[in-house]
């Protein structure tokens, strides 16, 4: 009986530790895939310098008022504000300033042309209805644009690192467990 009860503690440990190790390499892992992709957008992001943004003008941008120019095939906010005190143009987002530098707001649905409206409208509602909000800028003195939400901010990255760390700390756990199970089964059978 009694070695039945030694070999089934030997094979659960030796599954606690091999749990343990397992998140242990893929807390790992997983710390190398955000240290090469969310890691250096954070970095590079200049948007650090938190702002009093007031609203100048919004106005709903569509495929025949942009004459001569690359012309979206979707409806596009146009925000002005008055931020750190000089005239800029408000991005919604760092990705939206890349994507198009004609539109404030680019609509989640492009498929369909009325829902896009619909979606535009709302957020112009909303800028209207909120005069005076936070914003992003960057240190840069020559620059004109504003944004109104951090993709690559400090919370995303915490976010981000959070279930890794996790993960890391639970195999640690596991893994001393096991350890601490294992010398004091030795030491009880010593006595």
Wanted: hydrophobic share 40%.
């Amino acid at each position: 009986m009694g070695k039945k009860l030694v070999m089934a503690q030997k094979r659960g440990e030796t599954r606690a530790l091999c749990l343990g190790v397992a998140m242990v390499v893929c807390a790992v892992i997983t710390y190398y895939i955000l240290g090469t992709t969310v890691l250096p957008l954070y970095q590079k992001s200049v948007w650090t310098q938190e702002s009093t943004c007031h609203l100048i003008e919004t106005t709903i941008r569509d495929q025949e008022e942009l004459e001569g120019k690359k012309v979206p095939q979707y409806p596009c906010l146009w925000v002005n504000v008055s931020a750190v005190g000089k005239w800029a143009v408000l991005y919604h987002t760092e990705d939206t300033r890349d994507q198009n530098q004609q539109c404030s707001y680019i609509p989640v649905s492009l498929d369909n042309y009325q829902m896009a409206r619909a979606d535009v409208e709302k957020v112009r509602a909303n800028f209207l209805e909120q005069k005076v909000f936070y914003c992003f800028s960057t240190t840069r003195e020559n620059e004109t644009s504003v944004l109104y939400q951090r993709l690559y901010g400090p919370q995303a990255l915490l976010f981000s690192l959070f279930w890794p760390t996790f993960l890391l700390t639970g195999g640690l756990l596991i893994i001393a467990m096991v350890k601490l199970n294992r010398s004091l089964s030795i030491l009880a059978a010593q006595r």
